[in-house]
């Protein structure tokens, strides 16, 4: 198709729109953003405060934080869906402060929307066609017909993001994932120096989440666009991030290595939590160095093969989908706590187990559930990887134990019936000696002749 997206543009020059404007020049010789002591009020409430920060170009810049820290209202402010109060926020060299939306977009900035946003009705090329024929220049009169140049600069976007199978697919009839990856392409069909996605994954299943990972991947390696992301996932903010700010209460709460994080107090308490922070070191380095969940230190049949911990990853699926599907009710967490009761062993947890624990206690106590949801969904991610990375000798070895186990206890409880009803014999004895040294593969060989 194309090398590059500057070919997108082919035919259409980009309009500079601050030239009446002073050039302002960044701290950085290298940054692409920078917002300078950036304010957004309602009435007494600062959304954003006094908020300060640059973006070195090339990067992917992550932002977390809980909900209603600010950072939707900071791409509201950068994209120019928002006025800003007071500071000024630079891109590329040139004051875009206050600017309207559509000459922030032509100057080279795109975004995507937290929620799906799209033309329902029309296809999905047609959506990525508006983004073509709008997003490049200003066109105060639509043009009746898209010319064939639009055309594959649409598809080209289409199938950057591995949708051109669907083009022609009404986009009412998509997939939240389709509709996530529709976004992205409009998005950088527009010709973006830089992107702005605000949580791309959201809502997604772990398979999911691994594709778009991919699409935002080749956006940087290989188009070499910039990329600020919002997201509570924090498996793949912490794995596509270069760096990283957290937000809270319309300020900065930290800015850094991703991998720093957890070290911070503040972070912690405030954001991350002590159980997420645990594990945090494990994710980074999974994530970045594409590493195998190791094996070591897990209980693999308490975690993945017990009949509980079955049960409750079950049930915990269920609870987390219909969390997605914006679906859930009260019963739904109390057959969660019902099966977490249902437990024999009250010394035995799981991964899995402890992340609903804290979920229902949640609940229970009215707080906020976004975190203790990601926290019990990325469980189940890996409950499922480590299933997946288990070699299957050692499965058969763990159900050639279980059934070794199941034959003993069989054998005691028939001799301690036996006792009780006075008539305990030798064949009894020699039943529970024959499960304590029983070989499976002897006893099938048995069965057969």
Known sequence: MKDTFNKI????????????????????????????RVTKSYGALNAVNKLSFEIPEGIVYGIGGPNGAGKTTLFDLISGVQKVNN?????????????????????????????????????????????????????EIPNLYFSNQDISNADYALSFVGLENIKDKIVSSLTHLELKLLMIASAISTNPKLLLLDEPVGGLIPNEIEKVEKVVSKLTQEKKITIILIEHVMRFLVGLSDEVMIMNHGEKLYEGLPEKMAEDKTVVDVYLGEGTSANFEKIQASKKLKKEIPLA?????????????TSVEKVSRILVSQKKSGKIYP?????????????????KSTKISRAADGLIKAHKESA???????????????ASMLRKKIPELKIKNINNEKDRSNFIEKAALDLIHASDENRMNERDIEKLKKAISWDQKKEKEKQVK
């Open 87 to 139: 500071g000024e926020i630079i891109f590329n060299r040139q004051n875009i402060t206050n600017q309207n939306s559509y000459k922030i977009c032509h100057a080279g900035i795109a975004r995507t929307f937290q929620l799906n946003a799209a033309f329902e009705t029309m296809t999905v090329r047609e959506n990525v066609l508006i983004g073509v024929q709008h997003g490049l220049q200003n066109n």
């Open 297 to 309: 230190d897990t209980n693999i049949e308490n975690e993945i093969l017990d009949e509980w911990a």
């Open 368 to 382: 906020n559930l976004n975190q203790h949801f990601e926290l019990l969904e990325r469980m189940i991610e890996e």
């Open 9 to 36: 543009s082919l035919g259409k020059k980009k309009l500079n729109f601050f030239k009446h404007k002073e050039e302002t020049k960044s701290t950085k010789e290298n940054s692409i953003l920078t917002c300078h």
């Open 331 to 347: 019963i739904d967490f109390m057959n969660l706590a019902k099966t977490l009761d249902q437990k024999k062993d009250k010394t």
